[in-house]
């Protein structure tokens, strides 16, 4: 008697344990599923236009861009920076007639990386990606150094600074660790 006992007890309890377990993977799919529909809505400025469409509905959604600059092909870039603070920046190229040619993040490093040492000039990194963050003059290195806040692979806080000598010529480039996001760095007193 003692035996059946146990032995129904124990199907019960492994039955239970069956239930709470498939509730648990069912609340978790339940989570994913509602994580990705709210990634899913949460699209970056960047991601919600397409090539061809009029530059006016970027300015209806996005409002009047802080920064404008004239392209080379008669086109326009217009740009939405969050600096000094934020680390982001979004450019939106125009062609001649006012329709989207493209639109993307860009302060990141595969848009910092096209930067071409002395080749480009001030005006080339203005336009590229907008008023710097800081600005800063060496006299011992006869430099001049923009700086602007980023995000690295959507994980580290830095800085990406732009080196020119006296003519405004782009000399060299440095990224760096974002002392602002250094814990050892923080600080109230």
Not at 65 to 88: C, F
Not at 103 to 114: A, M
Not at 159 to 168: E, K, N, P
Request: aromatic share 12%; proline share 6%; glycine share 6%.
């Amino acid at each position: 008697m003692l035996t059946r006992l146990t032995s129904v007890f124990a199907k019960r309890v492994a039955s239970r344990a069956a239930s709470a377990q498939r509730r648990v993977n069912l609340r978790r799919a339940a989570l994913a599923g509602f994580g990705a529909l709210l990634l899913a809505g949460c699209a970056q400025p960047w991601q919600q236009f397409q090539q061809g469409q009029d530059g006016s509905a970027i300015v209806a959604k996005l409002g009047p861009p802080r920064e404008v600059y004239d392209l080379p092909n008669g086109g326009k870039r217009l740009m939405w920076p969050t600096q000094p603070m934020g680390e982001t920046t979004t450019a939106a190229d125009l062609d001649s007639t006012g329709k989207v040619v493209n639109v993307r993040q860009v302060l990141q490093p595969n848009e910092f990386y096209k930067a071409q040492i002395g080749t480009w000039t001030k005006s080339d990194v203005l336009v590229n990606f907008g008023r710097p963050e800081e600005t800063s003059y060496y006299p011992l290195m006869k430099r001049e150094v923009w700086t602007y806040r980023y995000l690295e692979d959507n994980v580290w806080y830095m800085m990406y600074s732009f080196y020119f000598d006296d003519q405004g010529l782009l000399r060299t480039t440095q990224k760096s660790p974002d002392p602002l996001h250094d814990p050892d760095r923080r600080s109230f007193f």
